[in-house]
């Protein structure tokens, strides 16, 4: 069986508040995605490298819905999950459908908003089976 590939385009990085990308399937976009900026791949203060990875759904004991994904280099425990803000994740990966200026509990500032239907965007993408590739290219902008 052939798994359904997602890909992940890194269009701009900003030291301070992130690195924004756009999610695709068969080049058509359908959310957004908010990481750490690149530091040399280092736990929980970078995002992951640029490469192809198997992502596998499961449900967190605390974040409900997540995937994770499986083979990043130097890594364990990064996921794709719900969230809106950066100071949010350690590494992982957030979806929104739309950038915009959010407030949570745990702050504001830019992120990503409506995560939560986001990630059952990508569900959908991915045709509801419990693993995909996801593609990640650097596209960023400093």
């Not at 690149?38 to 490469?51: E, H, V």
């Not at 990875?53 to 004991?61: A, D, G, L, N, P």
């Not at 407030?103 to 569900?123: I, N, Y």
Request: charged share 20%; glycine share 8%.
């Amino acid at each position: 069986m052939t798994l359904p590939t997602i890909h992940l385009y890194r269009v701009v990085e900003d030291p301070a508040l992130g690195t924004f990308g756009m999610v695709a399937k068969e080049k058509v976009p359908f959310c957004c995605s908010l990481e750490l900026p690149w530091r040399q791949n280092k736990n929980d203060i970078s995002c992951i490298p640029a490469n192809a990875y198997v992502c596998e759904r499961f449900t967190h004991k605390d974040l409900g819905l997540a995937y994770r994904v499986i083979g990043v280099p130097g890594r364990s425990g990064v996921l794709i999950h719900i969230g809106n803000l950066v100071k949010e994740i350690r590494g992982c990966i957030l979806l929104g459908n739309s950038f915009d200026v959010v407030t949570t509990k745990a702050g504001s500032g830019p992120g990503v908003a409506a995560s939560r239907q986001a990630l059952f965007e990508l569900m959908a993408a991915t045709n509801n089976e419990p693993k995909f590739i996801l593609s990640i290219e650097d596209r960023r902008k400093i």
